[in-house]
């Protein structure tokens, strides 16, 4: 029952999408959409690459249609061959196009007739920008290499030819071989007691979009935290992997109270090495972790909220296409502050809500005033061209945050949950979820917001005035200690901060962030030993703060620059010690070592960074 409601979900979906084409994919999914693929690859780490096929099952809707046009980036091709009427398969002749830095190379299969099933035979390259290639020294044990993906926006296609865009959406299986003493697990049904032996074999039965598509091959161990959740890290991070991740089954609860039920069988998380580039990915059935959020004592499990919450915002319900990333990302926000709420309670929930909104008010001053809508009305383009990536989470999740308050919770919640249900399984544009908006929510309570002022919180810069701030009373009475701490008329000893939770200390160093004195950062260090702190969240605003104050934390910034990868910290970071004269040469040369440690994606952020300089 649950596979025939999928499969009509997703054909239902096809016409009302064949007219939003992607811009950043090169697929024709007007005439033909894949609805199955199936990977057969071998992990080859002493060349860096994957190599075997891809078998995709074709769905044709333009029966006039003879050729397949699959997204690729890096990949070499060696042949192609297409399933005939009777059942055997032949060659099919195929080109790529010239390569576009952005989008990689279309790849064409010419087709005599309309086929069920194409295979192509290829192999990665080393430099895919999807996967990274650690070696062995860059793991937690020094004994084996180690290698994962991260394929969100565009690049599944670096590491497998597919219709690259969340306009499409499949359901996948594989088999890939790996070395011996190492585990393969995949965004898809994992077996906890697999050994590999013939290959380590997936499934994902739920459609998922392409960049949704994960891979992780390493020494990498399995703790159950839950009745059907599960980490994974490697051996020496388990334990301590397995305690922070103590409330998932809670979380599950939680969401699942507010959204109905959870419709991807188990939530698995695996903690990646250090230089995972961001704080979390999505991946369904296993959501791939920095290390950074394990602090020791839960401070930082909203970040687990945050990958939970997609399985109904972004991975139930897509962006069509990254031109409305606000669905996935706003959304979501918005979500994981519910979870948090009903968990930790509504203190916890108002604090961390003030702490995003003040770093959503503080970021607008660095970005042009044509990036802060939540979406342009232009053509269709990338989700980066018009807009901040990082503004939506919190923009979007404002606008919700404003609908909810003034149609009160039993409204709102029926109405959000109905988003979800009725959208399943489906990807979706913003005038999708506006005539949704209207519909069952607007047109019967019109006073909750009118066209003008929605259109301003889509379309228009900044954030409405008629938005309301959050404001907690802890983070209140924080801020008089800070504004008499940055005057000099508290002493730092005196400062209340050994009662302090997470969000507090991160509220407290964004708003010192320079205004105070290298002194003052040193006292800070001194008392509250915020250059050793275990929580890397407070550490990175702790060693930005320093930096801009003159303070010299170089010791601390070494160690924390030569173990962290994620571009939040690490970018913010280098350009910091760029714009102090005295810490440009010493960060030129900090970087010279720590760029190997990094991924791709953000090697090419602080590349960046340092050519401007």
């Known amino acids: 029952m649950i596979k025939k409601t999928i499969s009509a979900l997703v054909l239902s979906a096809c016409l009302s999408l064949a007219a939003h084409a992607d811009p950043l994919s090169y697929a024709r999914y007007d005439q033909v959409r894949t609805t199955d693929l199936y990977l057969d690859l071998k992990a080859d780490f002493s060349h860096k690459i994957l190599s075997g096929y891809a078998e995709l099952t074709l769905n044709w809707i333009d029966k006039n249609a003879r050729t397949l046009v699959l997204d690729t980036n890096e990949l070499n091709i060696a042949k192609v061959q297409v399933l005939n009427a009777a059942g055997r398969w032949s060659a099919a002749s195929f080109m790529l196009d010239k390569l576009d830095v952005e989008k990689g190379r279309a790849l064409r299969i010419a ?30 044990s020094g004994k084996r290499p180690f290698m994962f993906s991260q394929s969100e926006t565009i690049n599944a296609r670096s590491w497998a030819p597919v219709q690259d865009t969340p306009a499409v959406r499949f359901t996948y299986s594989a088999r890939v071989e790996a070395p011996a003493g190492m585990r393969v697990v995949m965004s898809a049904e994992n ?100 290390p950074t959020m394990i602090a020791g004592d839960k401070s930082l499990v909203d970040l687990i909220a945050h990958e939970l919450a997609h399985s109904w915002s972004g991975n139930l319900v897509t962006n069509a296409s990254w031109k409305h990333f606000w669905l996935n990302e706003g959304f979501t926000t918005y979500v994981t502050t519910r979870i948090v709420e009903k968990l930790y309670g509504e203190e916890v929930a108002e604090m961390n809500l003030q702490v995003e909104q003040e770093e959503a008010m503080a970021s607008l001053a660095s970005i042009p005033l044509a990036k802060q809508a939540l ?61 949704y908006l209207k519909k069952n929510l607007l047109d019967a309570h019109p006073e909750i917001m009118s066209q003008s002022e929605l259109d301003e919180w889509l379309y228009g810069p900044g954030i409405p005035a008629t938005a309301k701030h959050a404001a907690s009373p802890r983070l209140a009475a924080l801020d008089a200690q800070r504004d008499a701490w940055l005057k000099g008329e ?47 969240e407070i550490a990175y605003r702790f060693l930005l703060s320093s930096v801009k104050a003159g303070y010299n934390v170089r010791e601390p910034l070494n160690k924390f620059l030569m173990s962290v990868g994620r571009q939040k910290f690490v970018v913010p970071l280098y350009a910091a010690l760029l714009k102090s004269p005295n810490e440009k040469d010493w960060a030129r040369a900090l970087y010279a070592k720590a760029r190997s440690h990094y991924h791709p994606v953000t090697q090419a952020s602080v590349d960046k960074a340092f050519k401007q300089k």
């Open 191 to 290: 077996d906890q007691q697999a050994t590999g032996a013939g290959g380590w074999k997936f499934k994902m039965a739920q459609p998922i979009p392409s960049y949704l598509l994960a891979i992780a091959i390493g020494e990498i161990d399995v703790r159950n935290v839950g009745p059907r959740s599960a980490v994974y890290a490697e051996p020496q991070r388990i334990e301590a992997a397995a305690a922070e991740m103590a409330d998932t089954e809670k979380m599950i609860a939680a969401a699942e109270g507010l959204y109905g039920p959870y419709r991807w069988d188990r939530y698995d998380m695996i903690v990646l090495p250090p230089s995972f580039p961001i704080g979390g990915m999505e991946n369904p059935r296993m959501t791939f972790l920095t």
């Open 490 to 536: 508290l002493p730092t000893a005196e400062l209340p901060a050994k009662h302090w939770i997470a969000l507090e200390w991160m509220h407290f160093l964004n708003d010192i962030d320079g205004k105070a004195s290298a002194l003052q950062m040193q006292q800070l260090d001194q008392t509250f030993g915020l250059g050793k702190t275990g929580n890397n």
């Open 375 to 435: 979406l342009t009305r232009d053509a269709d383009t990338s989700a980066d061209s018009y807009t901040d990536q990082s503004l939506v989470y919190p923009k979007g999740a404002w606008l919700l945050r404003t609908l909810e308050q003034r149609a009160g919770r039993d409204v709102f919640d029926p109405f959000l949950r109905g988003w979800f249900d009725q959208h399943a399984f489906q990807s979706a544009t913003t005038q999708e979820f506006v005539d």
């Open 111 to 140: 087709l005599p007739f309309q086929p069920q099933k194409v295979r192509i035979y290829y192999r990665t390259a080393p430099s895919a920008t999807a996967l990274q290639w650690l070696n062995p020294e860059q793991t937690m």
